[in-house]
């Protein structure tokens, strides 16, 4: 089933839902709480409705939601903000101007941290509840579970940067080397003995850097909650044993090596001849490298090395290339990728490959698409 089949069923019934299969897992899909479940291992997942592609946004464009509030900016002296679906910092408003009203906003964030910068907060958006820990700096939907970083960042006026980052991206390792998983969200988490949310772990950053240093290319399973999980070190993924759902690992050097680079995947990214990266705009939101080879066993005919050659040749021209069974033309000029077939656009953006935090990622889970084609957004 794909999305033509899943539109003519909410059609139908917006209210009710429909079941369908990828492989030899069942899903439902809850049209009004807008919500899929694994029928196997009750994982939900937020699923999202939005109308195709037809036009062309800048490449790199910052949506920050415009404050409706009656406080103006420069009087203000901090700001609150979440981690929203495309890796953007959004700050928290009543009215987003789309239509979605929340309950909160900025000062009232503000007023309650003051009160007690080490409680929570709760509110809604839309049609869901979500609570606001301050001392773990993350929001969590009540009702999907799903967690996003928080941030309190001072405005300009007062003349600092100053940023809350979430306690659970930060560092812990006395290794020299910090190891992290792709979580859920597209933030990549450190491995830790215990999260801050009561799920506790049997190894730590530490703990898989020496099996690491004992065998490079070896594996490693450990423990966390009730799941256990395969470390692959040559294929830098971790697998869940009993649902074998996916996830990229990295290995990071910590800022007092000073240090910038990272252990990127062999799976994921080509060898970069120079200091650019190109990406698409998956179905998840998420920034994802060109490659050759994906591990779902489809081959693109272009990598990121590919593409900066041809774009060095021609940087108003375009360049044709195929994935699986279809072919695409990606524009310089438009900085978007078309699907021959379907004609659907996705955006496409060029970054340097220092750039921290790329957000490059395969999202190795059970992807919220339908068909097997959909896999990386190459069946549009």
């Not at 792709?182 to 898989?208: F, K, P, Q, T």
């Not at 690992?249 to 000073?258: D, F, M």
């Not at 995947?265 to 001849?273: K, V, W």
Request: charged residues 15%.
């Amino acid at each position: 089933m794909g999305s033509p089949q899943i539109e003519q069923q909410y059609q139908t019934n917006p209210q009710g839902t429909c079941q369908f299969t990828v492989g030899q897992t069942s899903y439902i899909l809850d049209f009004r709480a807008m919500i899929q479940t694994n029928s196997a291992t009750g994982m939900r997942r937020c699923v999202k409705r939005r109308p195709k592609l037809n036009s062309v946004h800048p490449v790199n464009e910052s949506r920050p939601f415009t404050p409706a509030t009656t406080v103006s900016q420069t009087d203000r002296q901090w700001t609150w903000q979440f981690l929203g679906e495309e890796g953007v910092w959004t700050e928290y408003v009543k009215n987003n101007g789309l239509g979605m009203q929340c309950s909160v906003a900025s000062d009232d964030i503000e007023r309650s941290y003051n009160a007690n910068p080490q409680g929570s907060i709760s509110f809604t958006a839309g049609r869901f509840t979500y609570s606001l820990s301050f001392a773990g700096m993350f929001q969590v939907n009540n009702y999907t579970n799903t967690r996003r970083p928080v941030k309190r960042i001072a405005n300009a006026s007062q003349g600092t940067t100053v940023s809350s980052t979430p306690a659970t991206v930060a560092s812990s390792s006395s290794s020299g080397w910090t190891w992290q998983f792709l979580s859920d969200e597209g933030i990549w988490m450190e491995y830790a003995r215990n999260n801050g949310l009561g799920i506790n772990c049997s190894v730590n950053s530490d703990d898989i850097e020496r099996l690491y240093n004992v065998s490079p290319r070896g594996i490693t399973q450990f423990t966390a909650g009730s799941f256990t999980y395969t470390l692959n070190f040559a294929e830098m993924v971790q697998v869940n044993n009993r649902t074998k759902t996916k996830r990229r690992v990295q290995r990071l050097p910590n800022t007092n090596q000073g240090a910038t680079g990272s252990s990127v995947p062999s799976t994921s990214t080509s060898t970069i001849t120079d200091s650019w990266m190109w990406q698409f705009l998956g179905d998840e939101g998420v920034w994802t490298d060109y490659c050759r080879n994906t591990i779902y066993g489809k081959r693109s005919s272009v990598d990121t090395n590919d593409i900066q050659k041809a774009y060095q040749q021609n940087p108003q021209g375009v360049i044709q290339f195929t994935v699986g069974k279809f072919s695409y033309t990606l524009s310089f000029a438009e900085m978007v990728q078309i699907n021959d077939q379907t004609q659907t656009k996705r955006m496409v953006r060029r970054i340097s490959s220092t750039t921290p935090n790329r957000t490059a990622n395969l999202y190795l889970n059970d992807s919220v698409s339908v068909d097997d084609d959909d896999i990386f957004g190459w069946n549009d």
